[in-house]
């Protein structure tokens, strides 16, 4: 038998690929920051979801159920048990009463991955006790502005964070 037949007939042959790169940390880098501040994720993510609840000047039932709910569902935030998540709230309320650029350092400190998320939280938490005042307004289009959101981006969050919380 020819070896040409014998090949024919076995499983795994060789073949000839091209050598990939070696691994390197480095391609890491661009995914995993330096925080540009003291802020951590779980806390920044806390921050924007409880100012969007706030923003009225007061916090519904609804929104308090919604931000409950996203913090037993949220990755960022059902890792944390309950004195831990109280910890982050302490912390969050203290920057918000300290620091004159709570909000600007909130938004830096999240990846740029999670702004399209945060922002459709943020809405669906001022949209949930069903109204929305000029003041929750204010605070998403600020927010907009700050995660760098494109009028595109926002204009179909809004359209269908707005369904849900309509139907």
């Given at each position: ?147 760098n959101i494109s009028e595109e981006e926002a204009k179909l969050i809004t359209k269908v ?7």
């Amino acid at each position: 038998m020819s070896e040409e037949a014998d090949n024919s007939q076995a499983l795994f042959a060789p073949i000839t690929a091209p050598k990939k790169p070696g691994f390197s940390m480095q391609e890491l880098v661009t995914e995993f920051p330096d925080h540009p501040n003291d802020w951590s994720i779980p806390e920044a993510f806390l921050c924007l979801i409880l100012s969007s609840a706030f923003a009225d000047g007061r916090i519904a039932e609804q929104e308090q159920d919604e931000i409950r709910a996203l913090s037993r569902r949220s990755r960022t935030l059902k890792n944390l048990d309950q004195n831990e998540l109280a910890q982050v709230n302490r912390i969050v309320l203290k920057r918000r009463s300290d620091r004159p650029d709570w909000l600007e350092e909130a938004c830096e400190a999240l990846p740029k991955d999670m702004h399209l998320a945060v922002f459709a939280h943020c809405l669906d938490i001022a949209l949930a006790d069903g109204v929305l005042v000029s003041a929750e307004a204010e605070f998403l289009e600020k927010l907009i502005g700050l995660l760098n959101i494109s009028e595109e981006e926002a204009k179909l969050i809004t359209k269908v964070i707005s369904l849900k919380n309509r139907f």
